[in-house]
């Protein structure tokens, strides 16, 4: 049976060498070989045997992403128990919430704040061991007796593997393919989170059909592709990309510092595989269109210039299928002398020769503002519950406002009478953890697996995906609107955050928009308008006038049931510890209306004036 | 390694040469360099040779000045001290008027000439300790008065005002560089020699600067009191700023006078001093290259003014034929110079450097 850890295991025998994971310390990129790698991992097997893992049990992990989290994940999957993975930005209440109902015994947390919370949840009997990354605050401090340093617990593995040489070695070959080696917590818009057990098999599959068989690139990857490491290790895409790229095909894996310096380690890296949600390439986009405005005024003419011709590049890419026709190709080539080398360069794109969104609907503008910048951009679907197998765009396939095709060997329909997108593949999950009604709802007993989202076909080959079913907007009128192709029109705007569309049962549409602070506030700067805070800036007239604007300008674009009649800017910026968000950065909706209330009544005409 | 900003070790965050674009342009300019006696005539090659020596005083001055900030007038005392250093060292045995022994290989009297400067700086040093700004400035300047003084009236040393006597003698390997040889003419010998020492003494400062001791001077400069806090010695660190300064200026005073083969004891003066001081700020303040640059320009500027008379009659080449001399046009430039670098750039010639490589290294973008 191959897992990761026999994956990272071999690689360590045919490469030992081979740079596996870099990260930043103290400014320089310290580097790990695969033998390092593998060797540290099952250093951590050993101590988790120590420890009392049996097979079965669930080792959780709270940390950033870095080395020791990979480490801990195939470690624990070497010993046959299955890693859970918590956000760093867990409040406390969803921590004890995720600890209690994965039933972890051992937590690896980062650090003191992590520490924190796990330790301020009182009631977590199974929970037996907590092994801190980082000693600072905690050392010489705390005296809760669950209590390990790294250290330490890598020296527990040493004592274990120096006494029982064979103990990993062992699980591993015990390994069964139903093995679940994974709980990944989804998010969750509505209701607590669900555990999706993956096991060995799922994962197994999904490598050999992303990564060996290159379900994603092409050529597939290999050792001397990079990747940069930024989204949560705990959401299925980047698992994927940093964790099972690694392991399946020795891809290197770059650590970021954190997300607020993506950008910097972008521009250092220079990853060859991208993988963004798309919150993330909307930033890099208006970062873009920003920085070209606020230059001196030739790089302002010239970077304006060949941003418009990218735009006319992108929008031939697009009809072309990801291809360039003469005429494109030779505009590219000048631009590229110009302007687009440079670009991508100082964003830390130049290098990169497959670049994919997903986890969450993006704009059409945005693909093609990328395409047309000479990346090449693929929007790719999948979910946690089918182990992210489902479709992609394929290199020189692609459709602009699909998902792609289904990869091979991948089952995919529409349910007819619902619209519902349904796939049965190897990689469908083994259920909910501990929650048998929920998989009944959405695992029929002839293993499709029901989506949740609302499709079409494109040209028979293409899926297109309209919205979440369960946020299908229904009007007083009786007309079904999918508030997400709305939505992500309006965030294409370098000024929109967060756009929330409104309309259930009334009489017309409406929206709750989030305002970006830096893009506005530079906007708001260059006309000399001062504001202090995120709120003072919402409610300045000039800006909602600026973000009137744009609603017209989408407005225009659809029917008119589908206009947004009315909105109003957000006084504060959504947040996953408020609950207005999840761990994914995905906006809750019910909890944003119920939030924001006041604001949805009056634009329909109920109490309160309102800024407009 | 086609990711130059992914560093993988220290040594490559710190090496002169980090990124594949400077390895080829200072090859580049290291092979022009090379082949410029075979392009230039002679005299032009004596200006450039001077030019590199000028460059290892500037070196010097800014080491002291640029990177620990401690401003110093007193440059031409120690350009002074290595002068006679090497030019008593390598002088005449047999004579009756001057003292002399007789060294003329070059890598000892320069090896002298330098310590003693040193040596002179580290006796200056604990002045500074105690003094900062500008009553650091006069006390070195008190410096160049004293040893003007001292000079002119050392004459078994220096030959006394209006003698002066010959300079230190350069020979190596058994090779004379200060005449025409068979293969090469004098002035091409002393360029190469010239050069081969400015790039020696470059690096150096350069490895000093990118060192420990260089970061403790930068500390010293920006605020000397948070420097203390941090636990730089900054008694030790001024005495070695000043040392390893005037330890330059040795090297620079020995070599000045080897093209002309003459030294006179007025010509360090505080004139002197103020030139070194006009090569920093124009080249740019705490930077190697800037001080070569700074360096170049003045030392290649009377080249230019002396072409001025030809094209702008009311400047005349003497004092005789009345009007404004040349030097006196000069004399004003220096000042202008100073006036509008300080005011319009004051990162100097290397500043306008930086930013026109910022723009390009930031396009499309401005920062």
Not at chain 1, 38 to 50: C, K, N, R, S, Y
Not at chain 1, 204 to 226: K, M, N, Y
Not at chain 1, 436 to 456: F, I, N, Q, Y
Not at chain 2, 259 to 266: A, L, Q, T, Y
Request: hydrophobic share 45%; with cysteine; charged share 20%.
């Amino acid at each position: 049976m191959s897992t990761i850890a026999t994956r990272v295991r071999e690689r360590a025998r045919k490469t030992p060498g081979g740079i596996a994971l870099r990260e930043k310390d103290l400014g320089i990129w310290q580097q790990v070989s695969w033998l390092q790698y593998w060797d540290t991992a099952e250093l951590v097997g050993h101590a988790l045997i120590a420890l009392g893992i049996e097979p079965g049990d669930r080792v959780a992990i709270h940390s950033e992403n870095r080395r020791e989290w990979l480490y801990t994940d195939v470690g624990t999957v070497a010993v046959r128990a299955a890693t859970v993975g918590l956000y760093p930005t867990n409040p406390v209440a969803e921590v004890g919430y995720l600890l209690r109902h994965s039933g972890a015994k051992v937590l690896i947390a980062e650090d003191q704040e992590q520490v924190d919370k796990a330790l301020a949840v009182d009631d977590l009997p199974e929970l037996r061991h907590i092994v801190y990354v980082e000693p600072r605050g905690i050392r010489y401090r705390y005296d809760d007796p669950r209590l390990i340093a790294w250290p330490d617990f890598l020296a527990l593995g040493t004592e274990h593997r120096a006494a029982h040489p064979n103990a990993v070695a062992q699980r591993m070959i015990d390994a069964r393919p139903d093995d679940v080696v994974t709980l990944i917590y989804t998010s969750g818009t509505t209701g607590p989170p669900k555990g999706v057990m993956l096991t060995g098999a799922n994962v197994d599959f999904a490598i050999q059909e992303l990564v060996e068989r290159g379900g994603f690139t092409a050529p597939p990857p290999s050792p001397r592709d990079s990747v940069l490491s930024y989204l949560p290790l705990c959401h299925v895409a980047e698992r994927i990309f940093s964790g099972w790229f690694g392991a399946g095909a020795g891809v290197c894996v770059h650590f970021a510092e954190s997300i607020e310096t993506v950008a910097t380690n972008l521009h250092e890296v220079q990853p060859t595989v991208l993988f963004g949600v798309p919150r993330i390439w909307e930033k890099i986009a208006a970062g873009v269109q920003i920085r070209i405005e606020s230059a001196d005024p030739v790089k302002r003419l010239v970077g304006g210039y060949w941003l418009r011709r990218a735009d006319w590049i992108g929008g031939i890419l697009a009809a072309n299928g990801g291809r360039h026709t003469a005429a494109s190709r030779a505009v590219y080539a000048i631009g590229w002398l110009f302007c687009y080398r440079a670009l991508k360069d100082r964003v830390g794109l130049r290098k990169v020769r497959y670049a994919a969104c997903g986890a969450a609907p993006i704009a059409p503008e945005v693909l093609r503002f990328f395409m047309g910048l000479g990346l090449p951009m693929h929007e790719v679907y999948g979910m946690t519950e089918n182990t992210a197998v489902a479709t992609a765009n394929r290199p020189g396939r692609v459709k602009v406002g699909t998902v792609g095709e289904p990869h091979e060997g991948v089952e995919v329909r529409i349910d007819e009478s619902t619209g519902e997108i349904l796939t049965r593949h190897p990689g469908t999950f083994a259920g909910y953890w501990q929650d048998p009604e929920a998989t009944a709802k959405v695992l029929g007993p002839d293993g499709w697996l029901h989506t949740g989202d609302v499709g079409e076909w494109v040209d028979g080959t293409h899926l297109r995906i309209t919205d979440r079913m369960k946020d299908i907007i229904i009007t007083a009128g009786g007309k079904n609107v999918a508030p997400s192709e709305l939505e992500n029109a309006l965030k294409a705007s370098p000024y929109i955050k967060e756009a929330v569309v409104i309309g259930d049962r009334r009489k017309f549409l409406t929206a709750l928009i989030g305002i970006e602070p830096d893009t506005v506030g530079h906007w708001a700067q260059v006309r000399r308008l001062p504001y202090s805070t995120y709120g003072d800036l919402s409610a300045k007239p000039e800006v909602i006038g600026l973000v009137q604007g744009v609603v017209d300008e989408v407005n225009e674009r659809f029917a008119t049931v589908e206009q947004v009649r009315s909105f109003r800017l957000l006084p504060k910026v959504l947040d996953h510890e408020d609950g207005e968000l999840t761990a994914t950065q995905k906006v809750k909706r019910t909890a944003v209306a119920t939030a924001f209330a006041g604001l949805v009544e009056s634009m329909y005409g109920g109490y309160g004036g309102g800024a407009r | 390694m086609s990711r130059p900003l992914l560093y993988l070790s220290y040594q490559q965050d710190t090496a002169l040469l980090n990124t594949p674009g400077k390895r080829f342009w200072t090859s580049v300019l290291g092979i022009v360099a090379v082949s410029l006696p075979f392009l230039l005539t002679d005299d032009l090659l004596v200006v450039l040779a001077t030019a590199c020596v000028a460059s290892i005083g500037a070196i010097g001055l800014n080491l002291v000045t640029g990177y620990a900030g401690q401003v110093s007038l007193g440059h031409a005392f120690f350009l002074a001290i290595g002068a006679y250093t090497a030019a008593a060292l390598s002088g005449d045995p047999d004579s009756t008027r001057l003292i002399g022994f007789g060294i003329t290989s070059v890598p000892i009297w320069l090896l002298a000439a330098g310590l003693v400067a040193g040596l002179a700086g580290l006796i200056v040093a604990p002045l500074a300790a105690r003094l900062r700004g500008l009553y650091l400035a006069v006390v070195t300047l008190g410096l160049v008065f004293i040893g003007e003084h001292v000079f002119k009236h050392w004459r078994d040393l220096t030959g006394g005002v209006g003698v002066g006597r010959p300079a230190a003698v350069p020979e190596l390997f058994g090779i004379q560089f200060a005449v025409d040889g068979s293969l090469f003419t004098k002035a091409q010998k002393l360029y190469l020699l010239m050069l081969v020492l400015l790039v020696i003494f470059g690096v150096l400062a350069r490895n000093l600067v990118r060192s420990r001791i260089g970061r403790a001077l930068a500390a010293v400069r920006d605020r000397d009191l948070a420097a203390e806090v941090i636990g730089v010695d900054v008694t030790r660190y001024k005495m070695i700023a000043f040392a390893v300064s005037s330890f330059y200026a040795g090297v620079a005073g020995a070599l000045l006078y080897v093209m002309i083969g003459f030294v006179e004891p007025g010509s360090f003066n505080l004139g002197m001093s103020v030139q070194y001081i006009a090569m920093v700020l124009i080249g740019g303040v705490a930077t190697i290259s800037g001080s070569v640059l700074g360096a170049l320009f003045i030392t290649l500027l009377p080249r230019v003014t002396r072409e001025l008379p030809a094209v702008l009659p009311f400047i005349s080449s003497s004092s005789a034929a009345g009007g404004i001399t040349v030097f006196q046009v000069e004399t004003i430039l220096y000042g202008l110079l100073i006036i509008a670098f300080l005011i319009f750039e004051p990162r100097g010639l290397f500043g306008i450097w930086i930013r026109l490589r910022t723009y390009w290294k930031s396009w499309p973008f401005s920062h």
